[in-house]
């Protein structure tokens, strides 16, 4: 998707307050009564109609009159609040080139006022097309409170809570700098996703130290559960790093050992077709390089500490509820490894978020406007917690 950050220059305090309220206004309701903005936002003479306009005209907005007139944010609205928060606490200053578009993510490069770049991490869960989520849909249908923009938001949580969790603890993973919203800032990782790799001097070794992070990894209580050629970056040096984390799962889960022998699964796969590596099943070519099989480890005989991580996350403010929340919705598609599918269509033409919530005016009247009023900043979280129920 594009990324105009060039918009931002001109969106006054007023756009961006008015943008904060429709934000607002959709933890209630999916799509946001004009008259509610208006209020949430405080405009004096009908300032905010105006601004609205201003909005939608940068897609920052959809506005939608098939029930009543209101409005709700575009995945380019969050990108900006999220955008505008951070380089008001000094996170960075401008946004360059896209690097990275995964499923359900858009990395970009931005910049720091010293030149430093890091990396931007913008979650869209549930962007993939209908059909695409419709599973993960079905599976939260009759759940409580979802929307794309709350599951995003926990996603960009989570991920940075894991990956400062896992640098404590010494595992090669990208420098977890700030989080707002649906969005990650981490340091740039130099080198290239593995799965664009031809060639490699130590091909063993390389795959010595993978296997062992997963392992080691299970050792502090945890899997990754999407460990494969396009979550390991790797340098010209030949150095690991390993990045994508909002679906691990500890230990301690249900299918644990499924998901785990999946990761260990994905690696020797890889290594085995694009390096010639061979195990003993497949041992016939002399000139491979000869792996044992046997090596391959074992769930079972790992000594699993599923505590270990947990002080460093829970300092991170991720709390078990939203853990479970999200837990809910990517299970849904967890079933399938998700990067190393054909990628489905991507809703492209209509960046919003999905949610089915009708908001009544009665639910309007209750929204204690005062206490918005007070919490009225940029640095707002937006809890939007919507029912997703099917219309
Ligand atoms: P997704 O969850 O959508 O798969 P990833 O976190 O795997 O997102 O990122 C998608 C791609 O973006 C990666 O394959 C990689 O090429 C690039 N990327 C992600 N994080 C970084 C980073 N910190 N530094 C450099 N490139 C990155
Ligand atoms: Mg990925």
Redesign the pocket.
């Known amino acids: 998707m594009k990324l105009d950050v060039n918009v931002l220059r001109y969106l006054s305090k007023d756009d961006f307050r008015v943008l904060t309220a429709v934000e607002m206004g959709m933890r209630n309701h999916e799509i946001v009564p004009s008259e509610l903005v208006d209020r949430i936002a405080g405009l004096k003479h009908g300032g905010t109609y105006k601004v609205l306009k201003n909005l939608l005209k940068y897609k920052l907005l959809h506005h939608d009159r098939s029930k009543y007139d209101g409005f709700r944010l575009t995945y380019l609205g969050y990108d900006f609040l999220a955008i505008k928060t951070l380089v008001n606490r000094g996170v960075f200053t401008g946004v360059g080139r896209q690097?990275?578009?995964?499923?359900?993510?858009?990395?970009f490069e931005v910049a720091q006022e010293d030149g430093t770049i890091?990396?931007m991490?913008l979650?869209r869960l549930g962007r993939t097309s209908f059909r695409a989520v419709k599973s993960k849909r079905d599976y939260l249908r009759h759940r409580s409170s979802f929307s794309w923009l709350y599951l995003s938001r926990l996603a960009a949580l989570k991920?940075f809570a894991f990956m400062k969790a896992l640098e404590e603890h010494d595992f090669p993973v990208?420098k977890a700098i700030d989080c707002n919203r649906h969005c990650v800032i981490?340091?740039?990782?130099?080198?290239?996703?593995m799965?664009q790799v031809k060639q490699l001097q130590n091909p063993e070794t390389i795959f010595e130290k993978i296997i062992g992070i997963v392992v080691r990894l299970a050792e502090h209580g945890l899997i990754h559960c999407?460990f494969n050629e396009?979550?390991i970056?790797i340098d010209d040096e030949e150095k690991i790093?390993m990045?994508?984390f909002?679906q691990m799962v500890s230990v301690s889960h249900q299918n644990a050992q499924m998901y785990f022998d999946r990761d260990i699964e994905c690696i020797f796969k890889f290594f085995r077709k694009r390096f010639n590596i061979s195990f003993q099943e497949d041992r016939d070519d002399e000139t491979e390089v000869e792996v044992d099989e046997n090596s391959r480890p074992s769930f079972y005989d790992i000594t699993k500490d599923a505590n270990a991580l947990d002080r460093e996350l829970e300092a991170s403010g991720f709390t078990k509820k939203e853990q479970n929340d999200l837990d809910k919705f990517i299970e849904g598609g967890l079933e399938k490894s998700?990067?190393s599918d054909e990628d489905e269509e991507s809703d492209d033409e209509e960046q919003t978020f999905v949610s089915n919530e009708e908001g009544s005016l009665n639910e309007m009247e209750s929204l204690q406007l005062q206490e918005e009023e007070q919490k009225r900043s940029d640095e707002v979280e937006a809890e939007v917690e919507l029912d997703d129920n099917e219309k």
């Open positions: 690097i990275g578009v995964g499923k359900e993510s858009d990395i890091l990396a991490k979650h991920e990208p981490m340091s740039l990782v130099q080198g290239y996703p799965v999407d396009f979550n970056m790093t990045i994508d909002p998700t990067d």
